[in-house]
C-alpha cells in the first residue's frame, strides 16, 4: 500500500508553500494574535496529526506547559477524504479537561469539519475551547478564532513535504 503525503501535491499548478523558516514566524506571529486577545488558554490541545507541531511550536511561545492531542483521520490524500472526519484512539483524558480553557490547534481549517467535530467534542465535555490554526479556507464550516493566514489554495507543509522515511535498502 502506498502512504499518501502532501508532496503528492507537486503536480498541482497552484499552491501555498509553508518552509520552516515561515512556520517559525508563522508560529510567533499567532501565538502573539492569541495573547493579544487576552484569551489566557490553560491547556493546548493539538489536532494530530497536522495539528501537532503547530500546537507544539504555541504552548512553548506562549509558555504553556499543559499539552494534549486527539487523534482524527479525515484526509487520505490530496482532496481525497473519508465520509467524515473519525476520531482514534487514545482519547483524551476528558474529565481533566472540564471547565478549563482549552486551545485547539490543528494546521489548516480547510473544510473546517474535524475542527468543528472537535470542539463539539470538549465544549460537551464542559472546556471554553477556541481554536487556533496556520490557514483557514473560506469553504471551512467553522471559522477559528485564531488564524494566521486564510487561503484558498492547496497547502503544502513542511513536515508532509516529502514522502514518508522507509528502510534503507541492504548492502
Do not use: C
Amino acid at each position: 500500500m502506498t502512504q499518501a503525503y502532501h508532496a503528492d501535491s507537486a503536480d498541482l499548478v497552484t499552491k501555498e508553500v509553508l518552509d520552516w523558516e515561515l512556520f517559525g514566524t508563522a508560529s510567533r506571529e499567532l501565538a502573539q494574535t492569541i495573547a493579544d486577545s487576552q484569551f489566557d488558554p490553560e491547556i493546548v490541545i493539538a489536532v494530530a496529526r497536522g495539528g501537532l507541531l503547530p500546537a507544539g511550536s504555541l504552548s512553548y511561545a506562549l509558555g504553556l506547559k499543559l499539552a494534549d492531542a486527539i487523534n482524527v483521520e479525515f484526509y487520505t490524500d490530496v482532496h481525497e477524504t473519508l465520509p467524515d472526519p473519525v476520531l482514534l484512539a487514545p482519547m483524551l483524558d476528558t474529565d481533566s479537561i472540564q471547565g478549563k480553557r482549552l486551545l485547539v490547534v490543528d494546521d489548516v481549517a480547510d473544510s473546517g469539519r474535524t475542527l468543528a467535530l472537535v470542539l463539539q467534542l470538549l465544549r460537551e465535555m464542559g472546556a471554553d475551547a477556541r481554536s487556533a490554526v496556520l490557514y483557514a479556507k473560506s469553504s471551512s464550516v467553522v471559522s477559528p478564532d485564531f488564524v494566521w493566514r486564510r487561503t484558498d489554495e492547496w497547502i503544502v507543509f513542511p513536515w508532509s513535504a516529502e514522502p514518508p522515511v522507509t528502510p534503507a535498502a541492504s548492502a
